[in-house]
Every structure is written in structure tokens, then in C-alpha cells.
């Protein structure tokens, strides 16, 4: 949690350059037609910069296994609410 | 902030309106909690009393059919959202989990507070609905939802209020559970309503943001005309189904586990007995807020799901009846060769087994499609809904208020009133809910103001029935106030029960404990009978 030293600022300055990459890449993959691929590509850096702000601004990089349980549990559930409604729109 | 002792009204000895309305007291924003969800379960019994009226006749005579489809989209809303949802964990469980486990406080004594004025706030948002009263039954449906006149957006938003004040309880419950428990409070030594409160903290936080951006998508296609369920734009109204039921059914399993977890509690200490397989029902509690989340496909079966969901869903609904199974079994093996008292919190307990299995029992019917086909929409459906949420989760509740009503209070209720009324709501339930299940699988639809003159005769029985339960409340709720009014003095620990929250004063002071205790064995080593734990 050394939000303050010369280490972690850098590291903040590297996450949000990141960001800022990751966000202009969204944007142009949006002018390529991909097909259903769009939406996966979409999906995919948007997962990567919300690991990215959970790692490094929420701190979750150096938390304890009991932290990691709550912040990976819900992805579970995200996953399944994901899957069961793809199991009947897609096979419909 | 401090109850002084000397005064034998502990966490009660400050007065006026601020001394409540900035509480941090986890105790006084429970017994607010409690307040003010009880007023709305009257509310909702009179809306239940007015449906049951319209229905004597099998023609509508005293309401016009839109003013009915308001009453019983308000009976639900109100019952579910308003009482049954936060009654139990936020009233009771606010009140007793830090004194079950040896704490001051929450862990975030003003996110609680912040909790009960937002849920505050999402009532009155919820009244201000009534201005142009909903009439898409407590479901919400798409399309009709959509379209309705009806002020869906202002009801969905009060409901979206009370949801976030629901997220924010369960996650105060989950730290506090995690960090606060008091020296040697191991997690098998946890008392069972601890288990059944953590399980439903889980779901809380889990499920309940779905249904919140469930209502502001809907809210957006209402307002702004985006089509997210709307077939002719695009949109699926299925879809919306699939949201809201991945809330609503598993927030079945919020109402249910807090009132297990009562039940687990009552029961070993008028038995006499420690309870029998203590990890199986902790563990059954985890293992029904975990497989709650795998059927709500189990409400949509007729509406128009791909045959692989549907029997994806059928499979996994039976596998809920195990554990809850498994925490039945375990009750009547507490019981069995036990030293058993009836006392008031004891008979329903007791009535929350028998009533409870009714309900569980009446389950797989509706999770097998082929009798789902012809009992969706029914008044089975209605009667199995209410075996297991007023018979199951409200009883355990009453249980759990005359439980703990010297505690809360430090008066003794009148006993004998208490039984009077119980034998009451025992009658009058069985005889409104039961009659439903025999019309409902004879093909009466449910949410109709009109039916064929068939079913009159057990819709007047059912009507008389509703009269019986709602005298029986009548009198519970008066003995509860003449028990403030005009009870004996309570001593700390009446029922001679061995977990913490007796180990206080009645009513206990602020800070709950003179000192926090610390743990060296389980709650439940009952021994000897009737007399004061060795």
C-alpha cells in the first residue's frame, strides 16, 4: 500500500498509459469488421484493463488469499448467469 | 454514547428521535429495521385481505379488474421487497450477529446506518409510485412492463434503492462474520443462524446487483426507448426473465437461510439437546446459497426456453431438496428423545418444520417439466410459494420474535396470549394456503379477479381462512405491544440458553458484552434439563 514512493508512482504512470492504449485499441478495433469476433475482442481488453485497474489501483496485487476469494467468487457467478442464458438464447 | 446500566434499560436508555435516527447502535437500527418492516407486512396482509375479499365471489364485485391486478402486484411488492427480504437479516440479523459472536458492533457501524435511511429512502420512492399504481404483478414482466401507464420506472428505481441498501448490510455482515468474532469463536463454534446469515450475506452481495441493473435497463427502455427486451426492436423479452430470476430465485434462499438459521437456533435450546449434525446444517446453508444460483431457469419452463435449458434447469432444481433435507433430518434428530418444551418461539419452530415440508415437498412437482406445464400459473404455484415463504421464512421469524422479544425488549411476553395466537396462524394459514393447492391442481389460475363458479366453495373456505390469520396476527401484535407495555421483567438469559447474546443483560447495554467473552466451547452443549447450562 506505498501509495507515495518513487517504485509505485511509476507503476501507477505505467497502468494508465495502459489504459489509455487499451482504450485507443477498443476504439479501433471497432472500425474493423470482425463479426461475432467484435464483440469477443471488445470483451477480452475490457477484462484485461479491468484486471489491470483491480491488480494495481485496487491494490489486489499484494492482498491476501481471503481478498483474492472475494474479488475471483463473483466472476464465477458472472460466468454462470453468462452461460445459462447463452444456453437458451443460442440453442433456441 | 453510552447505556447505563443503572437504569436496567440499556441500548434503550437514551430517548428522543435523534438518539434513533443517528444511531450507530447495530441493536437500535435493527429494532428500526424491525419497525418498519412489520408495518409493511401489515400493509401487505391488508392488500392480502382485499385480494382474498374480491375472490368470495367468482364474479368481480367489489373492485374493477385493474384496481385487483394493483392490489396483488402491491401484496407482492411490499411483502417481498419491503418485509420478507430485510425483516430477518436486517432486523433480526442486525440485532444478533455481533452478540452472537462476542462483538461490539458491526464492522462498519455508519455504512449500517447509511443502510437503513437508504433503504428508507427507497420505500418512500416506492410510495411515490402509488401516485399511478403497478400493475405488472411484482415480476415485471416485459413486454407489458414496457408499456403499462403504470409508474414502472419510479417503482423499479424504490426497488433499486432497497437492493444497494441490501448490498450494503450483506457486506457488512460478511466482514463483521470474518473479522469480529470474539476471542475462540472458531468457525464450528459459530452459532447455526451465524452460518445461515453469512450464506445469505453472500447471495445478497452476489445477486442483488443483477436486478438492480435489470431495473435500470428496463427503466432505460421505458424512459429512452432503448430495446433491450423489445421483440420488435430487437430486444428479448425472455431475456429480461433470465435477469430477473437470476436475483429472484436465489433471494428466495436470503428470505429462507436467515430463518433456518433461527430455526437451528430454537430448537436444541427447548429440546434440550445440542443440536445433531452441526457441520451438516452450516454446511447445507453454503451448499443452498451456492445451488440457488444454478436454477432459475426453473420459473421460465413454459416460457419458450431452448429444451436444453429447460432440462439443465429441471435436473438441477432437484438437487436443492438435499441439503434443505439434510437440515430437516437433522432438526428432527435434535428433537428425537429430547426434553421438549412448547413455549411460543418452540411451537413455531416446530410449525416451520411441518409447514416447511409441505412446501419443500410440493417443490419438485413444479421442477419436473411435465407436471410444471400444467401447474405454472396456478394456484398450486401460489400455494407452494406461500408454504414455503409464510409458512417457512415468516414462521421462522415469529419464532425468532418471541425468541429473543425478552432480550430486545428486557419484558417477558404473556404466554398464554402468545399460544392463542400461534394456534391461530396455525389454522387460519393451513386453511387459507391449502385449499389453493387443491383448486390450483384442478387448473384455477392465479392473478385472475374472476374465476368459474367451480372453485367457489374453496375460495370461501380459503377467504375464511385469511380472516383466522390475519385475527391471529392481530392478537400476536398486541401481545407484542401489551408485552412492551405492561410485561414482567426479563431476566438475562429466560430460556436458559447457552449461545452469547443470552450471556448479556436484557435488555443488553451499548456495548453489548462488560468485557468481550471469550469462546472455549460450541453453543449447543445442552445437558441437563430444563436447568442452567454446566
Known amino acids: ?92 | 454514547m453510552t447505556g447505563n446500566p443503572e437504569t436496567g434499560r440499556g441500548y434503550l436508555a437514551e430517548r428522543g428521535w435523534r438518539s434513533w435516527a443517528y444511531t450507530l447502535d447495530h441493536k437500535r437500527i435493527g429494532v428500526m429495521y424491525l419497525l418498519t418492516t412489520i408495518a409493511f407486512f401489515l400493509v401487505g396482509g391488508v392488500f392480502a385481505l382485499l385480494l382474498r375479499l374480491e375472490l368470495l365471489s367468482p364474479q368481480a364485485k367489489y373492485f374493477s379488474d385493474h384496481t385487483y391486478n394493483v392490489f396483488f402486484t402491491l401484496h407482492g411488492a411490499m411483502m417481498i421487497f419491503l418485509f420478507i427480504i430485510p425483516a430477518i437479516p436486517s432486523g433480526l440479523g442486525n440485532f444478533f450477529i455481533p452478540m452472537h459472536i462476542g462483538a461490539r458492533d458491526v464492522a462498519f457501524p455508519r455504512l449500517n446506518l447509511a443502510s437503513y435511511w437508504v433503504f428508507v429512502a427507497g420505500f418512500l420512492v416506492v410510495l411515490a409510485s402509488l401516485v399511478s399504481p403497478m400493475d405488472t404483478g411484482w415480476t415485471f414482466y416485459t413486454p407489458y412492463s414496457a408499456k403499462t401507464g403504470a409508474a414502472v420506472a419510479t417503482l423499479s428505481f424504490g426497488i433499486f434503492l432497497i437492493g444497494m441498501s441490501s448490498i450494503l448490510t450483506g457486506l457488512n455482515f460478511i466482514v463483521t462474520i470474518h473479522k469480529l468474532r470474539a476471542p475462540g469463536m472458531s468457525w464450528h463454534r459459530l452459532p447455526l443462524f451465524i452460518w445461515g446469515m453469512y450464506s445469505t450475506s453472500i447471495i445478497q452481495v452476489v445477486a442483488t446487483p443483477v436486478v438492480g441493473v435489470t431495473f435500470l435497463l428496463l427503466a432505460l427502455e421505458r424512459l429512452v426507448g432503448v430495446a433491450f427486451f423489445d421483440p420488435a426492436k430487437g430486444g428479448d423479452p425472455v431475456l429480461f426473465q433470465h435477469f430477473f430470476w437470476f436475483y429472484s430465485h436465489p433471494v428466495v434462499y436470503v428470505m429462507i437461510l436467515p430463518a433456518m438459521g433461527i430455526v437451528s437456533e430454537v430448537i436444541p435450546v427447548f429440546s434440550r439437546k445440542p443440536i445433531f449434525g452441526y457441520a451438516a446444517i452450516a454446511y447445507s446453508s453454503l451448499a443452498i446459497a451456492f445451488i440457488g444460483f444454478l436454477v432459475w431457469g426453473h420459473h421460465m419452463f413454459t416460457s419458450a426456453m431452448s429444451p436444453l435449458a429447460n432440462a439443465i434447469f429441471s435436473f438441477l432444481t432437484f438437487f436443492v431438496a438435499v441439503p434443505t433435507a439434510v437440515k430437516v433430518f437433522n432438526w428432527i434428530a435434535t428433537l428425537y428423545k429430547g426434553s421438549i418444551t412448547f413455549e411460543s418461539p418452540m411451537l413455531y419452530a416446530l410449525t416451520f418444520i411441518f409447514l416447511f415440508i409441505i412446501g419443500g415437498l410440493t417443490g419438485p412437482f413444479l421442477a419436473a417439466l411435465s407436471t410444471n406445464v400444467q401447474l405454472h400459473d396456478t394456484y398450486f404455484v401460489v400455494a407452494h410459494f406461500h408454504y414455503t415463504m409464510m409458512g417457512g421464512t415468516v414462521m421462522g421469524f415469529f419464532a425468532g420474535l418471541h425468541y429473543w422479544f425478552p432480550k430486545m425488549t428486557g419484558k417477558m411476553l404473556n404466554e398464554k396470549v402468545a399460544r392463542i395466537a400461534w394456534a391461530l396462524v396455525f389454522i387460519g394459514f393451513n386453511v387459507t394456503f391449502f385449499t389453493m393447492f387443491i383448486v390450483g391442481t384442478r387448473g384455477m389460475p392465479r392473478r385472475y379477479a374472476e374465476y368459474v363458479p367451480k372453485f367457489h366453495a374453496e375460495n370461501v373456505v380459503s377467504t375464511v381462512g385469511s380472516a383466522i390469520l390475519a385475527l391471529g396476527i392481530l392478537v400476536m401484535m398486541w401481545n407484542f405491544v401489551q408485552g412492551l407495555r405492561k410485561g414482567a421483567r426479563a431476566p438475562g438469559n429466560p430460556w436458559y440458553a447457552l449461545s452469547l447474546e443470552w450471556q448479556s443483560a436484557s435488555p443488553p447495554e451499548t456495548e453489548n458484552f462488560h468485557e468481550v467473552p471469550t469462546v472455549t466451547a460450541w453453543p449447543y452443549g445442552y445437558g441437563t434439563p430444563k436447568g442452567p447450562p454446566a
Open chain 1, 1 to 92: 500500500m506505498n501509495h507515495g514512493t518513487t517504485g509505485a508512482r511509476r507503476t501507477y504512470i505505467a497502468v494508465y498509459a495502459a489504459l489509455v492504449a487499451l482504450t485507443i485499441v477498443t476504439v479501433s478495433v471497432s472500425y474493423v469488421d470482425l463479426g461475432m469476433m467484435n464483440v469477443v475482442v471488445a470483451l477480452l481488453i475490457a477484462s484485461a484493463k479491468a484486471s489491470l485497474v483491480a491488480l494495481f489501483f485496487m491494490h489486489l496485487k499484494g492482498e491476501n488469499r481471503l481478498v483474492w476469494g472475494f474479488a475471483l467468487v463473483p466472476i464465477l457467478f458472472l460466468l454462470l448467469i453468462i452461460f445459462g442464458t447463452l444456453v437458451d438464447t443460442q440453442l433456441r
